[in-house]
């Protein structure tokens, strides 16, 4: 009886520090006190080449401005929206955020993001300097959640050595690509008859995000839709959806993209594949390796209509109840700022998001960029809807089993369609 | 007196136990609480939590990906504890021999456990992928032109996992073996040389025997250690090919961290304590009994 009670006791005691913990640990952001200086915190999810660009554009933002003050954190990204949701439940949250489109939605519906638009017109931010498309991905109810930075799209690369010897690149130094699917697909026939059995006609990441990126560019072609108009049902397993999955199907039977390809961006490095679809973030990496001579291209249209895949990043104002609205005018003069000198942004091959960026001469001198920068007027973004995390993930998944060979195209469409549905109804 | 005094030195005791208490208490037991409170509401960081009653652990039950998760570790423990345990003798018999040079064979073979999981999986990543790997360039070179997916084949993924565990974990049961073999008398075995038992039948009659208890414990730890398998497949094969090697624990972080359905991601975690618990109590059966035989 007598340990009991000391166990009690110390049950008691514990009480007592957890609620010593919950009450008031402060938040990350401070309004400087005595100075006129507005501190902020800003987090986002970069790694490698990119946290390096946007940690360069924080100083050089640091540095012009008296006012505001930036404090850059990276966070990993496998654990990065984790810790902004668990940020904003504890108050701990930071000022402003990077959040991908894709999420915003379920952001959004969880109560973690705010609406912009008192802010940003407080902060005269003014949503037609950026690019229509882009801004749109942002957006719920016609309210806008994200400043986007940029977009960060599907695209092709494609040897210039390789296809020369292939016969398929003209006088400029572009690909000759015949109308359609079947001129991609003969394209990719005569790179595979010129080379030995070590080159890859199309080298792409045989499972994860490539199979389901490559699958909704050659959909959106076709016109095709992710979900029904109020994304409560699975629209996607139809006559346009199988087409698309049975041509990629088609790609991998014919030898012309080999099955399970665990890191084509390193095939495509290598000097090693013909054609290669890959992230517009590979751009920067790429022309790294001199003894590689490409040319960046927007991913092929093969269908009816001009499409590709994309996200982008956009900054978020994730809920802060200590955060004053002076603190999110100056988070929004930031975000703006950033977005208007993203120049440095597009060096990791990134497509800016205002305009007035992508027509500078800066950004026109920048090899390779331009080349491609068009899509940003087609990307076909990801439905908003607040399971697509979720989703994304299962298509990933499944389109992953199909380029293996483990299910046909049909199967696979039927699987999706119900386990979506189920996503969507739980 | 005396019992004023005992108390005392109770007191004293619950004092030096305190702060592994509090931090037990914090750590452990209030989220294993916590996560039985979860499993039975619509969960979600940042929303308000609806109590749903048993509707998270229906959603489980008739959720296919669970079904798959759940018999994917169970292939896991029957294929990784035989093999670890195996291995793990054989290779503490060979470092306990009279040869020389045990000593860096021993640190050689326990090395691997102390690299992180990421560097582990780089490096058998490296050995395993297709086209450019280790294991297919050698293989080329030597003429098989066949290629063969270690990574992206459901079978073979297997493999690698268990052939990139077995490296990096082996050496700690070797260890444990190790000790075992350490207290088995000598004179045993000089007793056996006497009687003219060759080699093998002083294994059979001697060492199994003696090493009884500690190949329950080895069998125990190895079983409730390859039921929590998360990482090595996370990193070498994504849980791939598509949901083929994705293991318990994955799906459930998966679900929980990704998807964000905290509440059936902690029914599923219940399901996985639960076979947990089944076999540390199991454990507890086996050793209580074994001291009683010693008495």
Same mark, same amino acid.
């Given at each position: ?13 514990? $009480? ?5 913990? !919950? ?7 401070? !309004?400087?006190?005595? !100075?006129?200086?507005?501190? $902020?915190?800003?987090?986002?999810p ?5 946290? @390096? ?5 924080? @100083?050089?933002?640091?540095?012009? /401005?008296?006012?505001?003050?930036? @404090? ?5 990204f496998d654990e990065y929206y984790t810790k902004l949701r668990t940020?904003v439940t ?7 955020a990077i959040a991908h489109s894709s999420r915003i939605a379920e952001l959004q519906s969880a109560n973690l993001i705010e609406s912009l638009d !008192? ?11 950026y690019n229509e498309n882009v801004v749109n991905s942002a957006m719920v109810d016609n309210q806008h959640y994200g400043v986007p930075l940029d977009t960060h799209a599907e ?11 292939? #016969?398929? $690149? ?9 109308? #359609? ?27 994860g995000n490539q199979p389901r990126w490559i699958w909704w560019s050659l959909y959106s072609q076709l016109g095709g839709e992710l979900l029904n108009e109020d994304g409560t049902k699975a629209a996607f397993n139809n006559e346009k959806g199988l087409?698309a999955l049975?041509?990629?199907? #088609?790609?991998? @039977? ?25 992230g ?21 249209? $093969?269908?009816?209509e001009?499409a590709t895949w994309g996200d982008s990043h956009t900054f978020a104002l994730p809920v ?29 091959? /990134?497509?800016?998001s ?22 940003i007027?087609y990307v076909s973004f990801m439905p908003p809807s607040k399971d697509m995390t979720a989703i994304n993930d299962l298509l990933g998944d499944q389109l992953s089993v199909f ?9 696979t469409l039927d699987i999706l369609e119900k386990e979506v549905n189920k996503i969507i109804a739980n | ?40 509401h619509t969960y979600q960081v940042g929303v308000e939590p609806i109590?749903t009653?048993?509707e998270n652990?229906?959603t489980m039950?008739e959720d296919a990906y669970f ?12 294929? =990784? ?36 999981? =990421? ?21 080329? +070179? ?62 059979? +009659? ?36 598509g949901t ?7 799906y459930?972080y998966e679900k929980g961290f990704i998807e964000q359905q905290m509440g059936v991601a ?30």
């Amino acid at each position: 009886m007598r340990n009991v009670s000391v166990f009690t006791l110390m049950l008691l005691s514990l $009480l007592f520090l957890v609620a010593g913990c !919950s009450s008031d640990a402060g938040s990350g952001s401070t !309004s400087g006190g005595e !100075s006129n200086t507005t501190k $902020l915190t800003f987090w986002a999810p970069f790694s490698g080449g990119d946290a @390096d660009f946007m940690k360069a554009m924080v @100083d050089d933002f640091n540095e012009q /401005h008296e006012d505001i003050e930036v @404090d850059y954190l990276t966070v990993t990204f496998d654990e990065y929206y984790t810790k902004l949701r668990t940020s904003v439940t504890s108050n701990q949250a930071p000022d402003i955020a990077i959040a991908h489109s894709s999420r915003i939605a379920e952001l959004q519906s969880a109560n973690l993001i705010e609406s912009l638009d !008192s802010p940003a017109s407080k902060a005269n931010l003014d949503w037609s300097t950026y690019n229509e498309n882009v801004v749109n991905s942002a957006m719920v109810d016609n309210q806008h959640y994200g400043v986007p930075l940029d977009t960060h799209a599907e695209i092709m690369f494609v040897n210039k050595m390789l296809l020369d010897k292939a #016969g398929v $690149l003209n006088e400029e130094g572009l690909p000759v690509l015949g109308e #359609g699917a079947e001129g991609f697909t003969e394209f990719l026939t005569q790179i595979k008859k010129s080379s030995g059995k070590e080159i890859f006609p199309l080298s792409s990441t045989s499972a994860g995000n490539q199979p389901r990126w490559i699958w909704w560019s050659l959909y959106s072609q076709l016109g095709g839709e992710l979900l029904n108009e109020d994304g409560t049902k699975a629209a996607f397993n139809n006559e346009k959806g199988l087409q698309a999955l049975e041509y990629m199907g #088609g790609l991998i @039977d014919q030898g012309l993209w080999p099955k399970n390809i665990q890191d084509g961006g390193e095939l495509f490095l290598a000097n090693r594949a013909g054609a290669h679809f890959n992230g517009v973030w590979m751009t920067g990496a790429i022309e790294q390796n001199e003894a590689l001579d490409f040319v960046a291209l927007p991913f092929p249209q $093969l269908f009816d209509e001009p499409a590709t895949w994309g996200d982008s990043h956009t900054f978020a104002l994730p809920v802060n109840e200590k955060q004053t609205e002076e603190e999110k005018v100056a988070a929004l003069k930031f975000a703006d700022w950033i977005a208007e000198h993203a120049i440095t942004w597009a060096e990791a091959g /990134h497509i800016p998001s205002k305009t007035a960026v992508i027509e500078s001469k800066e950004f026109q001198a920048l090899p390779y960029r331009k080349d491609y920068a068009e899509i940003i007027d087609y990307v076909s973004f990801m439905p908003p809807s607040k399971d697509m995390t979720a989703i994304n993930d299962l298509l990933g998944d499944q389109l992953s089993v199909f380029t293996n060979g483990g299910t046909s195209a049909q199967e696979t469409l039927d699987i999706l369609e119900k386990e979506v549905n189920k996503i969507i109804a739980n | 007196m005396k019992k004023w005094i005992g108390k005392s030195e109770n007191l004293a005791a619950y004092l030096f136990l305190a702060p592994f208490l509090i931090i037990y208490a914090l750590f452990m037991v209030y989220p294993i609480i916590r996560g039985f409170f979860i499993s039975f509401h619509t969960y979600q960081v940042g929303v308000e939590p609806i109590f749903t009653g048993l509707e998270n652990y229906k959603t489980m039950i008739e959720d296919a990906y669970f079904w798959e998760a759940l018999g994917n570790t169970l292939y896991f423990v029957v294929i =990784s504890t035989p093999v670890l345990i195996a291995i793990g003798l054989l290779m503490a018999l060979l470092v306990n021999s009279k040869l020389k040079g045990t000593t860096f064979v021993r640190a050689t073979f326990f090395l691997p456990f102390i690299l992180s999981i =990421s560097v582990m999986a780089s490096v058998w990543v490296f050995i395993f992928q297709p086209y450019t790997g280790l294991l297919t360039s050698i293989l080329l +070179s030597i003429g098989v032109e066949q290629d063969i997916f270690w990574l992206t084949d459901d079978v073979l993924a297997w493999m690698a996992i268990l052939v990139a565990t077995v490296w990096w974990t082996v050496g700690f049961n070797m260890i444990l073996f190790l000790a075992g073999l350490q207290e088995i008398p000598r004179e045993q075995y000089e007793a056996a040389e006497i009687d003219g038992a060759g080699p093998f039948r002083t294994f059979i +009659s001697i060492t199994l025997p003696s090493l009884k208890s500690i190949i329950v414990l080895i069998v125990i730890l190895q079983t409730i250690n390859s039921f929590k398998l998360f990482g090595q497949p996370y990193l070498m094969t994504g849980g791939g090919p598509g949901t083929s090697t994705r293991p318990l624990v994955q799906y459930i972080y998966e679900k929980g961290f990704i998807e964000q359905q905290m509440g059936v991601a902690s029914s599923m975690s219940y399901v996985l304590f639960f076979i947990t618990i089944i076999f540390a109590f199991l454990q507890f059966k086996f050793f209580s009994r074994r001291n009683e035989e010693d008495k």
